[in-house]
């Protein structure tokens, strides 16, 4: 039985985190994505810590479709190591999963 999970990404640039989220949903790779406001990271690179901003996508969709998502978004990343996150669900409504389910499914 398929579950509702939520995939992460980020991406520093507003127009090719749009680009992804909604490539995404026309892929049916996805039911829906939030494309999170600016934000500023920090974090350890080349030795020392590396300011940047930018946006984080959250991808809903599916278990069945978790191992496409990844790689089609790994070849749409600007990142040669992207971020990957998959934070399973505790619970979805039964509605809310059929929709997922449904979207997900190319027709």
Same mark, same amino acid.
């Given at each position: 039985m398929?579950? !509702?999970?939520i995939?992460? %990404? $980020?991406?520093?640039? *507003?127009?090719? @985190?749009y680009?992804?989220? &909604?490539a995404?949903?026309?892929?049916?790779?996805?039911?829906?994505?939030? !494309?999170?406001?600016?934000? %500023? $990271?920090?974090?350890? *690179?080349?030795? @020392?810590?590396?300011?940047? &901003?930018?946006y984080?996508?959250?991808?809903?969709?599916t278990?069945?479709?978790?191992?496409?998502?990844k790689a089609?978004v790994?070849?749409?990343h600007?990142?040669?190591?992207?971020?990957?996150?998959v934070?399973?669900?505790?619970?979805?409504?039964?509605?809310?999963?059929a929709?997922?389910?449904?979207?997900?499914?190319a027709?």
């Open positions: 398929a579950n !509702i999970v995939a992460q %990404t $980020t991406v520093n640039d *507003e127009g090719k @985190a680009d992804i989220g &909604r995404a949903v026309e892929a049916r790779l996805t039911a829906g994505v939030h !494309i999170d406001a600016r934000m %500023t $990271t920090f974090s350890w *690179e080349k030795g @020392a810590v590396q300011h940047e &901003r930018g984080r996508l959250s991808f809903q969709t278990t069945g479709k978790v191992a496409a998502l089609w790994h070849e749409q600007p990142h040669d190591v992207p971020q990957w996150i934070l399973p669900s505790v619970e979805a409504s039964e509605e809310y999963l929709w997922a389910v449904k979207e997900t499914t027709g």
